[in-house]
């Protein structure tokens, strides 16, 4: 739990910083409109968890090269950075969640696509005759040749860390 705090508070300050440079430094504009006079609580809801069908029906700021990057490859990253432009003025609290849902969750969805596979060990143990004669007969197939007719094939998979 303290780590998390730690993180959202690392996050904040870093937003804090990065959004002082770009007024003085870029001059870049920030909004000054409450998140809550444009939007309500299911437009939050809806940008949390289906971040690209949000943005593609809803009446977000669009358009632009790295917009459609982001759009297609970091959905949470172009919202948060979005809400940063919009609304960190007015709101930097709902700024900052947003920054650690979208680190937290392309994280997680990056770690879940590549890192969720798993991998298969096979051994092989010779089984004997098993104490009686076999009643019927059984032809190989082409994938069963290289083991015999005795050998039992035992599959252990595990999750890569």
């Known amino acids: 739990m303290k ?8 996050i904040f ?10 007024v003085d430094i870029f001059k870049t504009p920030f909004g000054t409109v409450d998140f809550f006079q444009k939007h309500g609580v299911f437009f939050l809801i809806f940008i949390t968890f289906f971040p690209r069908l949000t943005l593609l029906f ?21 919202v948060a950075s979005l809400a940063t432009v919009a609304y960190f003025h007015t ?3 709902l700024v ?4 650690i849902v979208a680190l937290g969750g392309e ?10 596979r798993k991998r298969f060990v096979f051994r092989t143990y010779n089984m004997g ?24 094939i035992e599959a252990e998979f595990t999750k890569r860390s």
């Not at 300050?13 to 770009?22: E, K, N, W």
């Not at 809803?58 to 172009?78: N, T």
């Not at 900052?96 to 920054?99: G, P, Q």
Request: aromatic share 16%; hydrophobic share 45%; charged share 15%.
């Open 3 to 10: 780590t998390i705090l730690f993180k959202g508070i690392a």
């Open 96 to 99: 900052t969640i947003s920054w």
């Open 58 to 78: 809803s009446s977000v700021a669009f358009g632009g090269f790295f917009w459609w990057l982001g759009f297609f490859f970091c959905p949470r990253i172009l």
């Open 91 to 93: 709101n930097p609290i």
């Open 13 to 22: 300050f870093i937003l804090l910083v990065a959004t002082s440079m770009m």
């Open 107 to 116: 994280t997680l969805e990056k770690a879940g696509l590549g890192g969720g």
């Open 129 to 152: 005759n098993m104490g009686g004669p076999r009643t019927y007969q059984e032809e190989p197939r082409p994938h069963t040749t290289i083991n015999n007719k005795d050998d039992a």
